[in-house]
């Protein structure tokens, strides 16, 4: 039986699902099964979520978790009441804040990932739309604008990456692939060369890509491991031969490349 | 003068950032300056962690507040010791959840954001590549495979909302696109009709819409108010006829948009 565990939040839920999520993955042999309850916004729909807890309570024979980042008293105390283990996340920080700021709080509901002002937003989706604009070396006449170019050979997480850069922190990342055809001679395309210090190369275990091409094209040439092994060879050794930071995405989460891209580069944000 | 803000974590930090500005949001009124400093794994990293932090506090002459996610014991202590105000997300929660779940925390780094599974990480790629090729109205032949297709008029939010719900929750998400050439007698194009359960609209404030296309192709007629105005009109108009639920865009973030969406249609995720 797995225990059930709540993410509950008067907004989104995205933050205390991080949260829990965080502090889960330390107990990798407890099975868990999670539910998130977003937009738990009034007294009446607290009790409602307070019922699921109780059921689930009953169901399982194990006392559920819940992670919960509610600004309102009110709400939160009816959420406390449901018997299940609540750690809840902002109650317990905001009062060493308040303390030090010497300000109160404003208990307001709704400023995480609203709209914290506009310009912010803008540049978020002026990002992904350059994104997309610029993906998969579609132009190359805007390299200008970018606060970085990706370069890689195909299915090597190049699109992801760029996405979660302007997702997250509104950077303007292009990416260029490069393809089998590039591989005899592969040198830096005069486009790319113009700007190479907004270059950084992305590069895989050739087995997993040869996993990823075949599931896309089985049995093709692209798709063969000798294939793959070829063309990380050649690119690995563009990216020595031209000094190019460079990183393996193989067992990294986007979210992982997209932080370590920023930290080795000093990239600037333009979100936060 | 700002208050200095550093968010720190022996990983990305993207756990430690959320955490940290869901707080400082509650304290409109006081300017902070905020730096993540992301991939402190090391007792010698904290060090230079803090001494940034110290001579913080001399340039500002106001404590810092540290925002930390670091696991490994060791490590934390060290940025303890900086004499900011440290608010430490990872150790106040832990031992309650050891005590409940009677098993004692792997204290694992890089549990958070690494690839908890393959399986995970595919659906993830899998539904970014799908929104990729299912956006704005591209193609219509992969309808059946989405979990979702959004709909509305050029510029209302729906691609950043498709890659956010692909990137976040896994989901697949088409979108498409209704045009100026749509907007007489507009009605739902065939290929939608088959697949009604499955259409969401968006919509947004005309005035709203007006700048964004302004700014995009000023002194158009695509951007013009009145055109604005007589598209959003339409599009709202279907949406109550042929019963489509549907959201506004205009104030609310992709992660509001994407986690309504996900209440409002009861679309599973498959990805925590």
Known sequence: MKRKVFFISDRTGITAEMFG?????????VPFEEATLPYVDTVDKAEKACEQIKQAEQETGMRPIVFDTIVTPEIRQVIQSSGALVLDFFHTFIGPLETELGETSGFRVGKTHSLRDNEAYDSRIEAVNFALNNDDGITTRHYDQA?????????????????????????KAANYPFTEDDMEKLRLPMELKKHKHKIFGLTINPNRLHEIRTERRANSNYAALKQCQYEVREVEALYRREKIPS??????????LATKILATTGIKRHMF
Chains 1, 2 share one sequence.
């Open 21 to 29: 999520q965080s502090l889960l993955s330390q107990f990798e042999n």
């Open 147 to 171: 606060d970085v170019i990706l370069v890689g050979v195909s299915r090597c997480g190049k699109t992801p990456t760029s996405l979660y850069m302007a997702m997250q922190f509104g950077i």
């Open 247 to 256: 990183l393996n995405t193989t067992t990294r989460s986007v979210e992982e």
